[in-house]
C-alpha cells in the first residue's frame, strides 16, 4: 500500500534553541514506525531515477521496499553491497542534488526521505547487530597501500578487502576518517559512527597507520618498492584558500579548515582537552558551502552570539545542503547574502574587530551558469566582528606529485586518472578531492569504489 | 621499544630538556631544519617542534624543548620509558645546503636548540660554519661543547657577561663582520625580535639571511593554513613552504603579532595545570 502523504514524515530533532549549546545530534532519526511509514511513500518505479543520482548506485527501491516490509537488516545488507558507508551517506550526503533530486514523489510535494531512510537502516543494524563478530575476508595474496583515511580511502580500502587484498591504510592526522572526523561536526554526524566503521574494516583486515604523511614520513615509490603492488591516494582537497583582500592575517582571522579541525578532531568543546581555541562573539563566516554551515553552527555552540555567513551570491545559489541551510537559520545564524567582504579592519594590537563589505548584485549568468555577482557602487559598510572565519574553498596540495617520480597532474592541479581512477604510472590510482578538488562527501567514496574496480582489474591481469 | 618511547631524557638547564625517542617512520627521512607535530596524550593539543637531530640507524630523534607552555610543562611529567601518544613527521622542507661555503648560524636562547642540528648539519656537509651562540646568562648556556665539536668555530655569548663574552648576538655578528669574516648566508634561529635584527643586518652587508619561522599549526601539511606568514607580501605557510624562509622578505611584526594570539588563553592554562593537578596528567 502506498503512502500518498505529500510531505516527508518530520525528522525527530532537538529544538533550535535547545541544539545551539551543545554538539549532540540535532536529528535524532526516524524510529521504526517512522521509517516504515516514509517508506511505504515509496512508488517503487520500475525506472528507478533515484538510482541514477547515487554516486555509487544504492539499490534504493529495493532496501526502501524490505523498510516498508519490516525487514530492516536485510534492507541495510542490500545498502551494503554499494555502499560501505551508510550511516555516514544518510547523514550527509546532498540527497537533494542526488537521488531525492530525482525522485517521482518530488514532482507533487516532497520527495521520498531516501537519506533518512538510509540511516535508519544503517542505525537500526549498528544498535542491534553491531556487536556481531566480522569475519576477517581470506587474503588473495596482493598488498595494496591506501593513502588517506578519508571517505575515498575507506571506501575503497574496504571494496578492496572485500575482494581478498591485503590493505594498508596510511593517514597522516592522528585519528582516521580524513574530513568525517575533522571537518564534519559531531552535531551532523557523531564521531562514534565514523570510528565504529573503521573498526569494521580492522576486523575484516584492513591495516591503518596513523601519523604517517605519504610524501615526507614515506614517498609513494617507497611504497611501490616496499611491496605494495598498488596504491591508492586519496589525500583531499588539502590547502585552504584565502581572499587575498587586506587584513587577513589580523587577529582573529582563520580557515574554516583550522577552526573545524580545533573544535572536532582536537574536541576544544570539551573542557579536558588542551586545544586552543578562539573564543569570538560576534563571527562571520565568509563563504556560502557546507563547510560554511558548519564552521557558523559550531561558532554559535562555541558561545558565539552573533554568527554571520556572508555569501556573495544570493539564497538561489547558496551550494549548501538544503537542510543545513534550514538548520543553520533555526538556530539563529544571521545570512547577509549578496555581501562580498572587501578588508577585514584591527585595532592597533593586530586583533580583528570589523570586515568592510560591499553589497552586490546578479549581473548576467558566468560560466558556471550562475549569475554573476557585481558589486553595488558606493554601499560599502563594515560589519563588527571579532573573528572571521574563511570558508571558501581549498587548493590542492602538491605534496604527493611533488615527491612521486613522474606522476602528472591534471588541468586543474589534482592528480590526472582516466575513467578507471588510473593514474599515469602503472598500478597507481587516485580518486577524491585529490584530483577533483574540493567536492562531497559521497563523490568522493564513488571515487574511491572505481578505484578498487580498477585496482582488481589491474591485479587480476 | 615502544613507538614514541623516551629512550633518554637529559636536563640541559632549569628550563631545557633533552629528548631522544624512538621514532622510526621519522627519523628514517628526517633531514636537518625539518620539524614534527607532536601529541602527549588523548587531550592534548599538537605543537609542532624542530629536530635537534635524529639517527636513522636507530630509529631515534632528538627534541630538545623549553618548557614555556601546558604542553611542555606536560612533557616534563613524562620520563624514560613513557610514550607519547602521537609523534609525525619529517615536516618541512630540509635547510638548503647546495652550493653554500661559508655561513654564520646564529641562535637565541633556546634557538640553539634548533640552531644545533643545521650548524652541525652544514658543518658535516663540508660547510665552514661560524656558530654564533647567544643566551641570557650563565645557568641559560645549552650545548656549547656540542656546538664546539661540530662547527668551525663557536661564539657563545651572554647578555650580562656571566659567561664567556658580554655581548648581543647582533653584536656579535657586526664584529665578525667588521673584522673582514664573509659568509654566503647568515642563519638566524631564535625568538623572532633576534632573527628579524640578525636578517637587518645580513641585508646591510649585502648577506643572503635565512631565518627558521615558528608558528601556530595543526596537521603540519598545509591542511590548517593556521600559520602563515606573509613573506614577500605572499602568503606563505610556514608547515609546507618553510619553516625557512628569506629573512629578507618576512613581514617580522606581523609574525610576532600572530605568534601571541593565544598568549592569553595560555597563560590561563599554565595557571590551570599548576593549581588544578600541580603539573600532572596521570598516564597509564
Known amino acids: 500500500m502506498i503512502n500518498l502523504v505529500n510531505v516527508k514524515n518530520p525528522m525527530p530533532e ?54 516498508a516490509q519490516g525487514e530492516f ?32 514523489r518530488g514532482v507533487k510535494g516532497e520527495p521520498v526521505g531516501i537519506g533518512r531512510l538510509e540511516r535508519f537502516a544503517a542505525d537500526w543494524h549498528a544498535a542491534n547487530y553491531g556487536d556481531e563478530e566480522i569475519e576477517p575476508a581470506e587474503s588473495n595474496g596482493h598488498k595494496v597501500a591506501v593513502i588517506g583515511a578519508g571517505p575515498a580511502g575507506l571506501a575503497c580500502a574496504g571494496d578492496l578487502v572485500n575482494k581478498g587484498y591485503e590493505v594498508t591504510v596510511y593517514e597522516s592526522l592522528h585519528k582516521t576518517g580524513g574530513v568525517l572526523v575533522y571537518g564534519i561536526p559531531e552535531f551532523r554526524l557523531p564521531k562514534a559512527i565514523v570510528a565504529a566503521e573503521v573498526k569494521a574494516l580492522e576486523a575484516k583486515g584492513v591495516k591503518f597507520v596513523v601519523d604517517a604523511i605519504v610524501g615526507r614520513s614515506i614517498t609513494v615509490d617507497e611504497l611501490m618498492e616496499e611491496g605494495y603492488e598498488s596504491v591508492f591516494i586519496g589525500t583531499g582537497a588539502g590547502l585552504p584558500s584565502f581572499m587575498k583582500i587586506p587584513g587577513e592575517n589580523l587577529l582573529g582571522v582563520c580557515s574554516a579548515n583550522e577552526y573545524l579541525s580545533r573544535i572536532n578532531l582536537m574536541k576544544a568543546y570539551l573542557p579536558e582537552y588542551d586545544t586552543p581555541i578562539m573564543h569570538g562573539n560576534k563571527i562571520a563566516v565568509v563563504g556560502g558551502g557546507n563547510v560554511a554551515m558548519d564552521a557558523a553552527r559550531c561558532a554559535k ?13 544570493s539564497s538561489e545559489e547558496i551550494p549548501a545542503r538544503a537542510e543545513e541551510i534550514h538548520h543553520a537559520v533555526e538556530e539563529g545564524i544571521d545570512f547577509r547574502y549578496l555581501t562580498n567582504p572587501v578588508q577585514v579592519v584591527g585595532d592597533e594590537k593586530g586583533y580583528v574587530t570589523g570586515i568592510e563589505c560591499v553589497k552586490m548584485e546578479l549581473g548576467e549568468p558566468d560560466a558556471s551558469g550562475r549569475r554573476r555577482p557585481v558589486e553595488v557602487k558606493d554601499s560599502n559598510f563594515i560589519l563588527e566582528v571579532d573573528t572571521v572565519i574563511m570558508a571558501i574553498g581549498t587548493k590542492l596540495n602538491k605534496l604527493i606529485l611533488e615527491t612521486t617520480e613522474n606522476l602528472e597532474a591534471n588541468d586543474r592541479g589534482g592528480i590526472g586518472v582516466d575513467g578507471k581512477a588510473a593514474t599515469n604510472r602503472a598500478g597507481i590510482f587516485a580518486g577524491g578531492d585529490a584530483v577533483t578538488g574540493a567536492a562531497t562527501v559521497i563523490k568522493a567514496m564513488g571515487a574511491g569504489k572505481v578505484a578498487a574496480a580498477g585496482i582488481d582489474e589491474f591485479l587480476s591481469k | 621499544m615502544k613507538m614514541y618511547e623516551i629512550l633518554s631524557k637529559r636536563k640541559l638547564n632549569d628550563n631545557i630538556t633533552w ?30 617542534l624542530t629536530m635537534a637531530g635524529h639517527n636513522s640507524e636507530n ?77 641570557k646568562n650563565k645557568d641559560l648556556v645549552i650545548l656549547e661543547e656540542e656546538f664546539t665539536a661540530n662547527t668551525d668555530r663557536t661564539f657563545v655569548v651572554t647578555d650580562d657577561g656571566s659567561y664567556k663574552e658580554k655581548a648581543f648576538t647582533t653584536d656579535k655578528l657586526k664584529a665578525l663582520l667588521a673584522e673582514g669574516n664573509e659568509y654566503d648566508e647568515i642563519i638566524a634561529v631564535g625568538p623572532p625580535i633576534m632573527m628579524k635584527l640578525i636578517c637587518q643586518i645580513a641585508q646591510e652587508a649585502g648577506i643572503k639571511s635565512v631565518a627558521s619561522l615558528t608558528a601556530y599549526m595543526i596537521d603540519g601539511t598545509g591542511m590548517c593554513g593556521g600559520c602563515r606568514a606573509s613573506i614577500g607580501g605572499e602568503d606563505k605557510f610556514v608547515c609546507v613552504d618553510g619553516p625557512e624562509f628569506d629573512g629578507s622578505l618576512v613581514d617580522w611584526d606581523e609574525l610576532i603579532q600572530r605568534n601571541s594570539y593565544y598568549s592569553e588563553q595560555e597563560a590561563h592554562d599554565r595557571e590551570h595545570v599548576c593549581r588544578l593537578t600541580g603539573g600532572v596528567r596521570y598516564y597509564d
Open chain 2, 59 to 135: 630509529g631515534t630523534i632528538d627534541l630538545i624543548y623549553a618548557t614555556v607552555g601546558r604542553t611542555t610543562m606536560l612533557m616534563d611529567q613524562l620520563e624514560e620509558g613513557d610514550t607519547f601518544a602521537n609523534i609525525v613527521g619529517p615536516l618541512g622542507k630540509p635547510t638548503h645546503m647546495e652550493g653554500l661555503k661559508k655561513v654564520c648560524v646564529v641562535g637565541g636562547g633556546t634557538g640553539n636548540a634548533l640552531a644545533y642540528p643545521i650548524a652541525a648539519g652544514m658543518h658535516n656537509h663540508g660547510i665552514k660554519v661560524d656558530m654564533i651562540a647567544g643566551f
Open chain 1, 73 to 104: 537488516e536485510e534492507a541495510y545488507q542490500i545498502i551494503k553491497t554499494t555502499n560501505s558507508l551508510p550511516a555516514v551517506c544518510g547523514r550527509v550526503c546532498p540527497q537533494e542534488n542526488q537521488c531525492e533530486g530525482s525522485c517521482v
Open chain 1, 301 to 313: 555552540r562555541m558561545g558565539a552570539e552573533d554568527v554571520y555567513i556572508i555569501y556573495r551570491r
Open chain 2, 19 to 48: 629528548l631522544v625517542i624512538y621514532a622510526p617512520m621519522v627519523a628514517r627521512k628526517a633531514k636537518p631544519g625539518q620539524f614534527i607535530i607532536l601529541r602527549t596524550d588523548e587531550y592534548g593539543e599538537r605543537i609542532p
Open chain 1, 14 to 67: 532537538q529544538k533550535p534553541d535547545v541544539r545551539n549549546k551543545n554538539f549532540l545530534e540535532v536529528a535524532e532519526g526516524y524510529t521504526e514506525d517512522m521509517a516504515v511509514r516514509e517508506a511505504m511513500r515509496c512508488l517503487q518505479c520500475r525506472k528507478h531515477p533515484c538510482m541514477t543520482g547515487c554516486p555509487v548506485s544504492v539499490r534504493i527501491p529495493e532496501f526502501i521496499n524490505k523498510i
